[in-house]
């Protein structure tokens, strides 16, 4: 028995796509895993060994990196500034989408239309005075200043994901906790955020990703080598350790490799968030 | 637009209104501090000649004057221009075609979503260096450091070996390549999402009318998914315009003539030249074109829809 003719083309256009999905995906790959094997290596085998994967993993890399490369330092800024923002962001947007879809006040509709408008109108340069009035507030050079202006980075669209999720949220229970004389606050706290978690969590991972990844304010805004997150201390490193590649590889490990991690962990959120800026266009 | 949800609850006077209120008090003072006072002041300092410190001087339209005659401020546009004229072709039809092929009963299909998703989720900087090192026309030892290079070297083609990173002919293709690279992924996230909100009764009935898979295709996906691509069209115009923490990540040499791009100039003249004012007028020109051809767009595919 031949197969017939059916069978073959729907096979061969299967094979066929598989190829082109699989080099795509090489692609993507490749470059990844090259860094992380190069990180692991030294300076007198990564230009001679060709093997995919060393003889010897050299984790020393690391090391170097972490103490004479200021990792340590930069690694926990990251760390302090993506909890920091990502929290005042959760507590002052979901105040904000909370009262924009359950409470009235004057004003309300015209407020929510500003932020709305914030979001849709691109403002590249919009650092220049910023900088200028960081610098007026002497908050060039704090932790402070930096947390606030990420804050505000990611407010707008955090209040829209929300407010369209309390929107769509049945308003019984908060009926039922008012009757129960809870008060506003009492029933954002015990009623809205428990209810809003799924909403929550794409903020969360949405705005995570957006500080752990920021380079622009914090090379405006941070000189202080002490207090630069990740992604700025990596051009500082970058110029230092340009010719030591090993060296260097373990350091974008280091900065690339969390995020990898949380987005493998938690796709379906990261993929929720990032297309949800979409959903206004 | 969304619809209000109905609000029945604390509206009883205004002492409710007043406390209702408080609830956007925080929002609303970040939301002015950091977005709405710099923005008016953007466009104040426009109209003003300023080192960064020392008098401010009015100056009217001189700022926006200057622009109109700047070459390398319109060569850094046709640079974002030509960096954007690659994405949104090269880079889009590759997120299309991706998401064509993961839009049917195909094996691996949530490995193949899951990893072309990595790239969007690295940093510009990570990306940057990483494929500076690819690109890399360095030698050590008589040996290609960069990758590319050596691979060339390897399979018998020395003679295609280039500086591809500082010669002006390739330097912007190259970013262009390592920019689509970072970012097709999100918009074959967002194609399949389109794609699968489909109806595939559509398409039985396109069958069952006699049409191939090209005509079905052509008359049943392309004007389905119009408004997710006329979406994926603007966001990768506004992200492709702006670019530039790419650009000093993988580059590495500073501000270069045949690399600059609008933010680029923007930094250049506020911290190259201390001119605030002309950096201001060159961030509101910029946002001006920027708003201009989003909304063009989008009144360009709400005719499409009626035709």
């Known amino acids: 028995m031949f197969p017939n003719k059916y069978v073959i083309w729907s096979w061969t256009r299967n094979s066929l796509l598989h190829v082109f999905l699989l080099t795509v995906m090489v692609s993507c790959l490749f470059p990844i895993f090259w860094m992380i094997r190069s990180s692991l290596m030294t300076n007198q085998t990564i230009f001679v060994e060709h093997a995919l994967i060393p003889k010897d993993l050299n984790w020393s890399n690391y090391i170097v990196a972490w103490t004479k490369g200021n990792f340590a330092v930069y690694f926990i800024n990251s760390m302090v500034y993506t909890v920091s923002v990502v929290f005042g962001i959760v507590v002052v947007a979901s105040l904000a989408a909370f009262a924009f879809s359950r409470l009235r006040f004057p004003g309300r509709d015209v407020l929510f239309y500003m932020f709305l408008a914030a979001m849709m109108i691109p403002l590249p340069g919009s650092f220049v005075p910023l900088f200028v009035m960081m610098n007026k507030l002497h908050l060039v050079n704090t932790r402070l200043g930096y947390i606030l202006c990420m804050i505000n980075v990611g407010l707008s669209l955090s209040i829209f994901i929300l407010k369209t999720f309390f929107d769509k949220m049945p308003s019984d229970l908060e009926d039922a906790a008012r009757i129960d004389g809870c008060s506003r606050l009492q029933i954002w706290w ?39 997150p990740l992604q700025r201390g990596l051009m500082v490193f970058n110029g230092a350790y340009q010719v030591d590649y090993p060296v260097l590889m373990a350091g974008l490990t280091m900065t690339a490799l969390p995020i990898i991690i949380v987005y493998l962990i938690m796709q379906k959120h990261i993929v929720k968030g990032l297309s949800s800026g979409a959903v206004i266009g | 637009m969304p619809v209000m949800a109905d609000t029945r609850d604390f509206s009883k006077g205004p002492l409710d209104a007043f406390k209702n209120s408080l609830f956007v008090v925080p929002a609303v003072l970040i939301f002015s501090v950091f977005y709405i006072y710099p923005f008016f002041n953007l466009l104040w300092l426009s109209f003003h000649q300023w080192q960064g410190i020392g008098p401010m001087i009015w100056v009217g339209f001189q700022n926006f004057q200057g622009i109109a005659g700047d070459k390398v401020w319109w060569a850094s546009m046709g640079h974002a221009a030509y960096i954007t004229l690659i994405a949104l072709t090269f880079q889009n039809a590759l997120a299309f075609a991706l998401a064509l092929a993961c839009d049917r009963e195909i094996r691996m299909k949530r490995f193949y979503c899951m990893v072309f998703f990595i790239p969007p989720v690295l940093s510009e900087v990570v990306v940057g260096i990483l494929w500076n090192w690819v690109l890399n026309a360095g030698q050590q030892n008589g040996q290609n450091i960069g990758l590319l290079n050596y691979f060339l070297v390897q399979t018998g083609l020395p003679n295609l070996v280039h500086n591809w990173l500082s010669d002006p002919k390739t330097a912007l293709t190259c970013i262009a390549v390592v920019h689509s690279w970072k970012g097709f992924g999100w918009g074959f996230i967002m194609l399949l999402a389109g794609l699968q909100t489909i109806d595939k009764q559509y398409y039985e009935a396109a069958k069952v009318d006699g ?46 003539y045949h690399t600059e791009v609008p933010v680029t100039r923007i930094l250049g003249s506020m911290f190259t030249t201390n001119q605030f004012g002309y950096a201001c007028a060159q961030a509101v020109i910029f946002g001006a074109i920027l708003v201009v051809v989003s909304f063009g767009m989008k009144k360009l595919s709400n005719s499409i829809k009626q035709a």
């Open chain 2, 211 to 256: 049409a191939g898979s090209w005509s079905s295709f052509k008359n049943v996906t392309i004007p389905m998914m119009l408004p997710v691509i006329m979406v994926v069209v603007i966001l990768t115009i506004l992200g492709s315009m702006q670019v530039f923490v790419l650009i000093l990540s993988l580059v590495n040499q500073g501000l270069v």
């Open chain 1, 190 to 228: 015990h009623v809205a955020l428990p209810l809003a978690k799924p909403a929550i969590a794409v903020v969360v991972i949405y705005n995570a990703l957006n500080v752990w990844n920021e380079y622009i304010l914090a090379t405006l805004l941070l000189n202080d080598k002490d207090l630069m």
